[in-house]
């Protein structure tokens, strides 16, 4: 079973770019997995639901209900910085859905394994294997 993290600005793609991350995600990954996203992600959609642009709260809300409904779990961390987390927990039974370019560089050096959105339609897996 691996874990895949979504990132906050991935949970924010289906409403975005019209594409729908979680049958994307079951098309890619031909293996058991688990969705979770971090307590600081959930933060951070709830601040933009408060305090952001009109799209943006629209958007927000919409990510909000989408992981309610489709139950995603929640990792715990005290932590303010959702990247800090996820670079720690990133490992080989960890893939990492996410559009931030700083993010997935770190993440390419540190040999992590990542889901990305390619040309507004469709999801990528690029697999790597940890050194």
């Known amino acids: 079973m691996r874990n895949i993290i979504?990132?906050?600005?991935?949970l924010m793609i289906?409403?975005?770019?019209?594409?729908?991350i979680f049958s994307e995600i079951e098309r890619i990954?031909?293996?058991?997995?688990?969705?979770?996203?971090?307590?600081?992600?959930?933060?951070e959609l709830e601040n933009i639901a408060d305090t952001g642009k009109s799209r943006d709260k629209k958007i927000a809300v919409a990510a909000l209900k989408l992981l309610k409904s489709?139950?995603?779990g929640i990792i715990k961390s005290e932590e303010k910085y959702a990247d800090d987390v996820i670079l720690r927990s990133a490992d080989k039974d960890t893939i990492v859905a996410t559009q931030d370019m700083a993010l997935k560089r770190k993440l390419a050096q540190k040999r992590a394994?990542?889901?990305?959105?390619?040309?507004?339609?469709y999801l990528q897996l690029i697999e790597r294997k940890p050194l």
């Not at 979504?6 to 991935?10: A, S």
């Not at 394994?113 to 339609?121: A, C, E, F, G, P």
């Open 6 to 10: 979504l990132d906050t600005n991935f």
């Open 14 to 20: 289906p409403l975005q770019f019209k594409v729908d």
């Open 29 to 43: 990954c031909n293996f058991n997995y688990s969705l979770l996203v971090l307590e600081a992600s959930v933060r």
């Open 70 to 72: 489709k139950g995603i």
């Open 113 to 121: 394994s990542i889901i990305i959105l390619r040309q507004k339609k």
